[in-house]
């Protein structure tokens, strides 16, 4: 099982949406179609729901975090075959908010045990993570291969940077082999802006960013999250599809351009 977080403190740059359409193909479109664990660990629930899962009366994410119970009792079938998910809600953010900070240090490794044993039933395992950079990022970080900062032209900030690379260490000195695989730009817009927050990303964080850019999809995207269907089932053609096909197959396959 290869496992990969979808990051950033930035809060709507679109972590959501790409980690769970990059799910679909995966699931849907891959050949041959993978088997994808999804863990959500944002208290909003947004993915939870784009799975077609219920956010409330079921066990969550928050019971492996709070009581230990291992990921196998609380994981659920989506509507979609291959994908199955650990959903998530808001007694997730109450969860996090009691947790005093040598707690959060400890139960970075509670995410980690609580996976043991399913490695041979998934090929990908996908994580949502909430923009922030506490416990719960570190956590995705301590049972993650690498990470992708879905990143937007504009918002860039140069602090929140700093405090990510710390993040990305502290979660390196506990699984060595974790790294982040560069940033991919959402919503992005061929305009000279664009192309210069391309040029500062690059510069400030050191690290590679993605060729492939996901363009700003706003009306393709919303008809879909009205229909409670995917882009991919909404609006096959679209921008959005294109360029995540476009990012995500050579991207798993290891063979995604850099800029
Ligand atoms: N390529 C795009 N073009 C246009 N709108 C987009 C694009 N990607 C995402 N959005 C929209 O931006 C909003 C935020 O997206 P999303 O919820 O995926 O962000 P997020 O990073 O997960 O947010 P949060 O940090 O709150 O979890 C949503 O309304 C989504 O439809
Ligand atoms: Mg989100």
């Known amino acids: 099982m290869r496992t990969i977080c979808f990051a950033n403190k930035k809060g709507g740059v679109g972590k959501t949406t790409i980690s769970t359409h990059a799910a679909y193909l995966a699931a849907v479109r891959g050949n041959p179609p993978a088997r994808v664990l999804f863990i959500d660990i944002e208290g909003q629930g947004d993915a939870t729901g784009f799975f077609g899962v219920p956010r409330h009366g079921i066990p969550s994410i928050c019971d492996i975090l709070s009581d230990g119970v291992p990921a196998r009792d609380i994981i659920r079938k989506t509507k979609y075959d291959n994908i199955d998910i650990i959903p998530s809600n808001d007694e997730l953010d109450d969860y996090v908010i009691g947790l005093t900070k040598d707690q959060d240090i400890v139960q970075q490794d509670v995410l980690l045990n609580a996976l043991k044993g399913l490695e041979d039933e998934y090929d990908l395992c996908i994580i949502d993570c909430p923009p922030a950079y506490n416990f719960l990022v570190l956590s995705a970080f301590r049972v993650a291969d690498s990470a992708v900062v879905v990143s937007i032209p504009h918002i860039y900030s140069e602090q929140g940077v700093e405090k ?15 790294h982040i695989d560069g940033v991919l730009l959402n919503s992005y817009r061929s305009c000279s802006s664009s192309h210069h927050s391309i040029e500062r ?14 363009r700003y999809t706003a009306y393709h995207l919303e008809a879909a999250a009205e229909s409670g269907r995917s882009v991919f089932e909404q609006s096959p053609s679209c921008g959005f599809c294109r360029d995540m096909e476009n990012w995500f197959f050579p991207y798993i396959n290891g063979e995604a351009e850099m800029v």
Do not use: Y
């Open 164 to 178: 990510f690379n710390e993040r990305v260490r502290l979660a390196q000195s506990l699984n060595p082999a974790f």
């Open 201 to 214: 990303i690059e510069q400030d964080t050191g690290l590679p960013v993605f060729a492939e850019k996901i």
